[in-house]
Nanobody, 124 residues
């Protein structure tokens, strides 16, 4: 499974961005999708995840109420809608996928497939 993340950019604090994660060659059928981020000098951290059918989502406490994860009905793309962005949200955002019959995972070690990352920069 090859993943392509896109949608990052530079935005002012309080602004919004939507990240997309698309799988090449195959659909996300039976693949849960997660978003993680890594700021300079920090460890990669969980942001949000969605089950293969979109029924289950999990969002980190630090972004709850501001970020929403969802996928399209065709299960080819997973999205991360980011609102009310803060400077501390600045990081490289990665999407990842794991074959999973139900639910999600917040642990990056459980995701074998990763996209290349997209930079999100929030200015104050």
């Amino acid at each position: 499974v090859q993943l392509q993340a896109s949608g990052g950019g530079l935005v002012q604090a309080g602004g919004s961005l939507t990240l997309s994660c698309t799988a090449s060659a195959v659909t996300f059928n039976r693949y849960a999708t997660g978003w993680f981020r890594q700021a300079p000098g920090k460890e990669r951290e969980f942001v949000a995840a969605v089950s293969f059918n979109g029924d289950t989502t999990d969002v980190a406490a630090s972004v709850k109420g501001r970020f929403t994860i969802f996928r399209d009905s065709a299960k080819t793309t997973a999205f991360l809608q980011m609102n009310s962005l803060k400077p501390e949200d600045t990081a490289v955002y990665y999407c990842a996928a794991q074959w999973r019959l139900s639910g999600t995972s917040t642990s990056p070690s459980e995701y074998p497939y990763w996209g290349q990352g997209t930079q999100v920069t929030v200015s104050s």
